[in-house]
């Protein structure tokens, strides 16, 4: 799935020294590929070098030299706590991670990963190598696929909850009138049952999905800042997909919209995407909250 844009914790260039002007930024590990040629015009952070292949035994770092008083722990901190900079930050790491999808399977490493040197960043992955192979291993063939479930916006944005009843007269009521009070009361429980019953069934589309793929996840649910949307989310979750199941899982999408179960829900699919949801080296495969491996 894309990457979201989310606060990240800043790394800190701890040792930093006024002679070592740059320090190594890394966007992703590969095996080493059979050419170390990235592809053309890929570019990562502004104001850093180009983009190279840090050779570690049989594995692979992309990585750039980036200036050491840009990524800092206060320019980080500075950095992070403003949306424009860290959405520029974020789409740059993801241009540093799909060039290294260029040269194979990949691990995406966290936003920010920084290393004073080379022989720091390489030494940290060989300290992980059967793991790092393991996790390649897992993605080799697959893609993620986003799915996001809203509840279908209406004519209007749909009632707001002290609307009027249908048919209910249309003049104020007497302030603090018992009939008014209790048809509010009553408005709110029918929005808060037909909210729980939209999110009891973004849940049943999410297990029919889930036959489909080798693993799953949810993610946080987006506010309507985050969607551009007046219908809340329902479901907002990543599948992990052999390149041989997306036909199937197409069909499952298909069935979902088509059946009368899920009227009134907007069912958007987005993919393929690099792995990210599932390329973490401090989670295991299974076990997981939220994750379901097949």
Avoid at 81 to 102: F, I, K, M, S, W
Avoid at 131 to 149: I, N, P, S
Avoid at 174 to 196: Q, T
């Amino acid at each position: 799935m894309e990457p979201a844009i989310t606060r990240p914790t800043p790394l800190a260039v701890a040792g930093q020294r006024p002679s070592e002007p740059t320090v190594t930024y890394v966007f992703a590990v590969t095996r080493t590929p059979s050419s170390e040629t990235l592809p053309p015009g890929a570019v990562g952070h502004e104001g850093g070098g180009p983009l190279r292949v840090l050779r570690v035994g049989a594995l692979a770092l992309v990585v750039q030299d980036v200036p050491a008083e840009d990524f800092g722990e206060a320019a980080l901190t500075d950095r992070f706590n403003d949306p424009y900079q860290l959405e520029r930050c974020a789409r740059a790491h993801h241009r540093g991670v799909h060039a290294a999808a260029g040269l194979g399977p990949v691990v995406p490493l966290p936003l920010a990963t920084l290393y004073l040197s080379d022989r720091n960043a390489s030494e940290a992955v060989a300290a992980r190598e059967t793991a790092v192979h393991a996790l390649l291993d897992r993605l080799e063939g697959r893609t993620e696929w986003a799915v996001k479930v809203h509840l279908a916006e209406r004519d209007g944005d749909g009632p707001r909850e002290d609307a009027p009843a249908a048919g209910a007269a249309t003049e104020d009521p007497p302030a603090g009138g018992r009939a008014y009070l209790s048809r509010a009361s009553a408005r709110r429980r029918a929005h808060r049952v037909l909210r729980e019953d939209a999110l009891a069934r973004a849940h049943e589309a999410d297990l029919e999905l889930r036959r489909h793929a080798v693993a799953a996840t949810r993610h946080r649910l987006q506010n309507e800042q985050l969607t551009g949307r007046s219908a809340p989310q329902l479901l907002n979750a990543a599948y992990l997909l052999d390149d041989g199941q997306r036909a199937a899982f197409g069909e499952a999408l298909e069935r979902l919209r088509a059946d009368e179960r899920y009227r009134g829900l907007e069912i958007d699919e987005s993919g393929p995407w690099i792995p990210y949801s599932f390329a973490r080296l401090d989670e295991a495969p299974q076990g997981a909250e939220g994750t379901v491996d097949a």
